[in-house]
């Protein structure tokens, strides 16, 4: 069955619910105020997605020219395997062809196993590998996918 969602660009108001899905997600959340200062940056592009009338979702992605990077993406913990994540990255994806952009990059933990079979799914390749990436000292896998 298809999900019903909806994707917008971040605004002011989902700021609480995006920080904390950020905080679910990651080890170092970004904060608020990191947050909210995204909304005003012209080389964003910062999407949420709504499911069941709920900030279900978002993600971040800078882009310059022909490149672009993925900075975050996450998914509240209640609201995993239904696809959204992919919708988020279709929907990105399709925006960043209308800039031009050729190049999609992105960095991922090594155990991030989730996340790496989502962006092979989508036609992500591994490039390479950055040792020590993390603070934790966890290695990173750099991604790529050609649009
Ligand atoms: C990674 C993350 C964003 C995926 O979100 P999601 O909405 O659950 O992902 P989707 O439902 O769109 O998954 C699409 C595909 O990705 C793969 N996938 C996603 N989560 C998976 C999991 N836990 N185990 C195995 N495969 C998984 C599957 O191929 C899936 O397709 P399928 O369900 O038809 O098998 C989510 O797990 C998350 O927020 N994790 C914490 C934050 C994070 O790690 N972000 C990425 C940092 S690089």
Known sequence: MM???IIEPL???????????????FPLP?????????????M???LVILADDQVAGYLQCW????????INIAVHPDFRRRHLARALLLHLIDLLKKKDVENVFLEV??????????YR?????????RPRYYINGEDALVMNLQI
């Open 3 to 5: 999900e019903n969602f």
């Open 11 to 25: 605004q002011e108001k989902h700021l609480d619910a995006v920080y904390d899905i950020s905080c679910a997600a």
């Open 30 to 42: 970004w904060s608020k105020e990191d947050l909210r200062r995204e909304i005003q940056n012209h």
């Open 44 to 46: 964003a592009i910062n």
């Open 63 to 70: 882009y310059s020219y022909e490149d672009a990077d993925l």
């Open 109 to 118: 933990r090594v155990s991030n196993l989730p996340a790496q079979l989502l």
């Open 121 to 129: 799914s989508l036609g992500f390749i591994t490039l390479s590998r």
